[in-house]
């Protein structure tokens, strides 16, 4: 499904003020938990333009990194590589940040042969592998790359507990161009969502409408935390929603 709206995700998802929002809990965690080695001084670029150069000391790895639209602002304070298993969601992501590597890689089966002192799966892109059985694979590659003392940023999809079904909408139109979307958020089975997506896009007065449909796995508290537990890897703090965009895991090795 990324395939095809890698082209308009930024436009109908990114919402910059929630992602750069986002970033700056992810270094202040940082800041406060890290004990990997490493200068513990994040740097900042003193320039505002996504097209710097990397000035933070300490690398980090940004999973399902999508378009980068974290990784646009996590290139101000990280060196930063992202990973995706989608190659159209990474051209774009190559396109705008210019001083991160993107990977193609499966968040569940990966080896960059390298430790980061961070790590993050953000906006509750870790719904999207099959199982409980691949959700486990995932810890185990994170707990792999994380440098002991480092720090992993997990944030749930929504967990068994929490999930209510919904219908989200939204509309927004630029001039000649814009969308409006509208999607079903359904539950199938006890662990299996179902997400329709109905886009319409303008592009210079010329409308087309897309339909897609994306399953998402439903784990519970306990599932995310022992699959967390399980790879040795320590939990700091549970963060909610009000707390951190979808709430977090914080974890450390
Ligand atoms: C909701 S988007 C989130 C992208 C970005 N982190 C953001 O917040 O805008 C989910 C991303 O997960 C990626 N993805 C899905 N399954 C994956 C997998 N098994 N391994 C790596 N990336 C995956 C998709 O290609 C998509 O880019």
């Not at 700056?24 to 200068?39: D, M």
Request: proline letters at 2%; hydrophobic letters at 35%.
């Amino acid at each position: 499904m990324y395939e095809t709206i890698s082209k308009y995700y930024d436009a109908m998802y990114v919402d910059d003020d929630s992602y750069r929002s986002e970033v700056e809990k992810v270094v202040a965690l940082v800041e406060q938990h890290k004990k990997s080695e490493g200068t513990t001084t994040i740097g900042k670029s003193t320039t505002s333009t996504h097209s710097h150069a990397p000035c933070g000391t300490l690398t980090l790895l940004d999973i399902a990194c999508g378009t980068g639209a974290q990784a646009a602002y996590l290139q101000e304070y990280f060196t930063v590589t992202g990973i995706d298993i989608c190659d159209e969601m990474l051209e774009v992501a190559k396109r705008k940040v210019r001083n991160a590597s993107f990977i193609n890689a499966d968040m569940c089966n990966f080896n960059l042969h390298n430790q980061f002192d961070v790590i993050v799966n953000l906006y509750g892109s870790i719904g999207q592998v099959e199982s409980l059985e691949h959700m486990q694979m995932a810890m185990n590659c994170v707990s792999k790359h994380l440098k002991p003392g480092g720090i992993f940023i997990l944030t749930p999809w929504s967990t068994k507990e929490s999930f209510r079904e919904a219908l989200v909408g939204r509309a927004k139109t630029y001039e000649l161009s814009g969308f409006c979307r509208m999607e079903t958020v359904k539950l199938v089975s006890p662990s299996k969502i179902k997400i329709d997506y109905h886009h319409l896009i303008s592009d210079n007065l010329d409308v087309k409408y897309y339909q897609h449909s994306n399953y998402i796995t439903l784990f519970s508290e306990s599932e995310y935390v022992s699959s967390i537990l399980n790879t040795g890897m320590q939990i700091i703090k549970r963060l909610a929603p009000d707390e951190f965009r979808m709430g977090a895991f914080i974890c450390t090795v």
